[in-house]
């Protein structure tokens, strides 16, 4: 029976240390100060000038913006030095080389990274033309078929996997009480934010936990892929309040007040025009109840968090 408890107690262990990666992984290469635009922009843009650090290094001669058939192949190794964990490797000096072993999740960014910088260029398929290759080669099929043998490769290790499927209420309670607890203000600014006064970090952590966290409820309550979270667009989510037995829309949250949310009756619809299980439409709207005994499974309460800090933007994209 103690090996049973114990057991459990490593798994959950696991999953914390898990959840906390995943964080990380999510803000890699966020600078700190961040002025304008959206997060996953600025991430994308500071993960594109590592990768360009790394190329400069090791392999000063070659042009990442006239891509050649190298190209793939020195993604592939920079995502293999960062994601992978083999040992032995040596660069052109005979110097040893490291694998970081990040997550899988981490590998996925790092791609999604490099190719939207390639797609802001103009550069799309990689498709070979006469005798040489053009276009985005980081959706080149040395690329693509390295990640999905180092996701087999994770897998058979135990890396968590990164679909939102993959997460459980426990997770989101861990997260919630990591992101809103005030006892733990210092641990999550430790985590999310660095390089900024300490005032510019409490208001950006403050922000981040706010977004993150209605990313992840939404895509857990919804069984949202990564990719249809990340389209959901504010006009895509209202709010209604249930009045003498019907559901009406709010035009303006402020039209709450200062009521207490225990005493009304409220949810959040959201509409999604787009569905890799429904690519020919038809997609019935979620409608999400208030949860006032299980405020993490609160999609109301998230969605209201986050609205705070998009202000009265009312087009654009939610994250």
Known sequence: MEET????????????????????????GVDGAR???????????ATWK??????????????PMNPDTNTPKYIAAYIMLQCDDIVGLKDTAGSELSCRNLSYLVAS??????????????????????NKWIGNPALSTIVTDYLAGLRRKKARNGDVAASMRSLTCFDLECIYDLFFNPSRRTER????????????????????????????????LCL????????????????????????????????????????????????LPFRKTAQEGG???????????????????AYLRWRLFLRERSSGKMF
């Open 5 to 28: 408890h114990d057991e459990n107690c490593d798994k959950t262990d696991m999953r914390r240390n898990a959840l906390h990666e995943t964080l990380n992984a999510i803000m890699i």
């Open 35 to 45: 002025t304008k635009g959206t997060n996953q922009t600025y991430m994308y843009k």
């Open 50 to 63: 590592k990768f360009l650090g790394w190329l400069a290094d090791a392999v000063p001669s070659h042009d």
């Open 109 to 130: 960014l790092i791609r999604s990274a490099i190719s939207y910088q390639y797609r802001q260029e103009g550069f799309s398929i990689w498709t070979a033309y006469g």
């Open 189 to 220: 600014m430790n985590l999310l934010v660095e390089g900024v006064t300490q005032e510019r970090r409490q208001q950006l952590t403050d922000h981040l936990c706010a977004e993150l966290y209605f990313g992840y409820v939404v895509s857990f």
């Open 224 to 271: 949202l892929r990564s990719d249809e979270t990340l389209n959901i667009e504010i006009p895509h989510c209202r709010l209604q309040i249930n009045r003498d037995g019907k559901w009406k829309c709010l035009k303006e949250i402020a039209a709450l007040g200062n009521v207490q949310l225990e005493s009304l009756k409220l949810r959040l619809e959201l509409k």
């Open 283 to 301: 997609i019935q709207p979620f409608y999400l109840p208030i949860h006032h005994d299980k405020p993490h499974l609160c999609a109301v309460r």
